[in-house]
């Protein structure tokens, strides 16, 4: 039988500190709330314990972020797309965020094995004032340990109605995209890392930003397969392809830690999760 689990998340503020209500139904839970910044930012950390999506299954996730409210969500694994049985299996997350709240949606990568049918949805909402640091980070099987992604697919999409779109279809057959240098040029890891703002930067934000985030990623070993641009007056957008998930993943970490220090005036802090 394929699992369908939902998960709720609804943060607020209350007293100076952001707490944490949450719903679930199925195998999706809230594994433990902390606060090593202080009572203002709320670490969740989400697990699913049966470590896994395989055809049919689906995960539903909504997260609801309240004015003046910080949070941060990550998680202690990946998510694993495994071989399809013929149906997709699909996780989709929902965010909302109301005026001045704050997100930072940092979950550790998904993984698409091969012979999987993986759909991979994101959509967020932001209200001015609102700011949300996300990324999505996907590999394509495992090819330190000789797991090729030699069959099956992946679909990915991340969306702000009337702002940014970004879809895409990977087929593991595609070999002109997978191995050209106008596509993927080998590489088995793509990243996107998205600092959204309900309320238009200014240019000179904008710049600052950039600049923060280039003095990164110039000195890095994958400076020639990472850009960063600002699409529109609401988005700075970093794009990453590496040849595994861990270099990808240890940049996007410290471009996370840029960004929040430029953006919110905030110290890097990276997860307790992050150094299990």
Same mark, same amino acid.
């Given at each position: ?10 943060y607020r ?12 139904d199925g195998? #999706? ?12 930012? /709320? ?27 910080? &949070? ?6 990946? $998510? ?20 001045? &709240? ?6 550790l990568e ?5 012979? /999987? ?27 330190? $340990? ?9 679909? =990915?999409?991340?969306? @702000?109605?009337?702002? @940014? #779109? ?19 040029? *080998? ?39 990472? *850009?960063?641009? /600002?699409?529109? &007056? ?17 940049? /996007? =970490? ?7 220090? =430029?953006? @919110?005036?905030?110290? &890097?802090?990276?997860?307790?999760? @992050?150094?299990?």
């Amino acid at each position: 039988m394929p699992w369908h689990a939902t998960l709720r998340l609804d943060y607020r503020t209350h007293g100076g500190r952001s707490l944490l209500a949450f719903e679930h139904d199925g195998p #999706l839970r809230v594994l433990k709330s902390l606060y090593p910044e202080g009572p203002g930012v /709320c670490h969740s950390v989400l697990v699913h314990p049966p470590g896994g999506l395989v055809g049919g299954d689906e995960l539903d996730i909504s997260v609801l972020v309240r004015s003046g409210a910080h &949070a941060l969500v990550s998680s202690p694994g990946a $998510t694993r797309f495994y071989r399809s049985n013929g149906a997709p299996a699909t996780q989709r997350v929902a965010i909302q965020l109301q005026a001045d &709240a704050r997100l930072e949606w940092l979950p550790l990568e998904a993984i698409a094995y091969d012979g /999987c049918d993986a759909r991979n949805h994101m959509s967020f909402q932001l209200e001015p004032g609102a700011e949300m640091l996300a990324w999505d980070i996907t590999a394509l099987g495992l090819p330190a $340990t000789g797991q090729a992604f030699a069959s099956g697919s992946v679909h =990915q999409r991340l969306h @702000w109605p009337g702002i @940014w #779109l970004e879809e895409g279809h990977l087929q593991a057959t595609d070999t002109r995209l997978l191995q050209s240098p106008l596509g993927l040029a *080998g590489h088995r890891c793509l990243a996107t890392l998205v600092l959204a703002t309900g309320t238009h930067m200014s240019a000179a934000r904008q710049a600052a930003l950039l600049e923060a985030v280039r003095a990164k990623i110039a000195p890095h070993p994958l400076a020639a397969t990472t *850009g960063a641009t /600002c699409p529109n &007056a609401h988005m700075l957008v970093v794009r990453v392809l590496a040849p595994l998930v861990e270099p990808a993943m240890a940049l /996007c =970490q410290q471009l996370r830690g840029a960004l929040r220090e =430029q953006a @919110w005036g905030l110290a &890097a802090s990276p997860p307790r999760i @992050w150094n299990v």
